[in-house]
């Protein structure tokens, strides 16, 4: 840890961000948990999380790992926003999943105030999170960046880096999202196509995971199904959002994403059906109750 980098706020909780603020404090750093749940504040706490009123003077740096564009616009520029509370050059480090137009105007934003923007979403789900070994897409300009080295090597295994020019990380964020929400939505359907042929889900996996078809998404989140166990470790929600940010830069490159369209679908009409809060493996129970089919049922 440099010493000009002790004092972190995380802003947002979740499964991610809750990853991050741990990898920070085993690594000695001080941080300050934000979240409007505030058991996930009393939690982070309990794991050696700072307790008390922020004292946003002395803060190094904010990283923001919250659901979308709006709460992080909000976040850093709304009535109650940081930007105004922070000193000059203390790093704003962004690791929502945005749009690279979005990334561009919050650099922007930032610069005037004299604040160090950091374009770094992530990627590696809520376990890599945990043991403080996420893949960052970053990009951004060099003293953000050289600032935000402390972190980076506390929380991830992985860096790319792709230069100055921020929103260039986003844009690859939304290359990895298009793949990942099409990979789900694709085990989902070959997980409950299976099923109709009488091949049962614990023998899917064990033979696919080992096969052509497999992907990093199916032995992640087929065991979700096989064992009824739909609490969220990414849910359902998050995918019309990602997918939705994937299709707005494609329509605007005039790039046609027919899959990734009709992947949208299927986490849109999961989200409809009361299951937007569930992991996102629950986008299976879609095409099981379109086929007339059970899944399987925790014994």
Known sequence: MKENMKNISV??????????????????????????????????????????????????????????????????????????????????????????????????????????????PISGGSKKSSEGKLSYMISGNKNALDKARPILEATSETVFEFGEVVGAGSAMKAVNQMLAGVHIAAMAEAITFGITQGIEPKRFLEVISKCAGSSWMLENRAPHIIDDDYSPKSSINIWPKDLGIVLDIAKNSNFSAPITSAALQQFIAASGSGLGHEDDAAVAKVYARNAGIELPKHK
């Not at 050696?48 to 709460?71: C, K, M, P, R, T």
């Not at 922070?86 to 105007?105: G, W």
């Open 11 to 120: 802003i947002g909780l979740g499964s991610m961000g809750y990853g991050i603020a741990q990898s920070l404090i085993r690594y000695g750093f001080m941080v300050y948990g934000q979240d409007k749940n505030l058991l996930q504040q009393k939690k982070i706490v309990e794991e050696g999380g700072q307790v008390g009123e922020i004292s946003y003077g002395n803060l190094d740096a904010v990283i923001i790992v919250v659901l979308n564009e709006a709460q992080t616009r909000e976040i850093i520029f709304g009535s109650d926003g940081i930007a105004a509370k922070l000193n000059k050059n203390t790093l704003v480090m962004v690791c929502t999943t945005v749009s690279p137009n979005f990334a561009k105007e919050m650099a922007t934003l930032c610069e005037n105030k004299k604040l160090l923007y950091l374009d770094a």
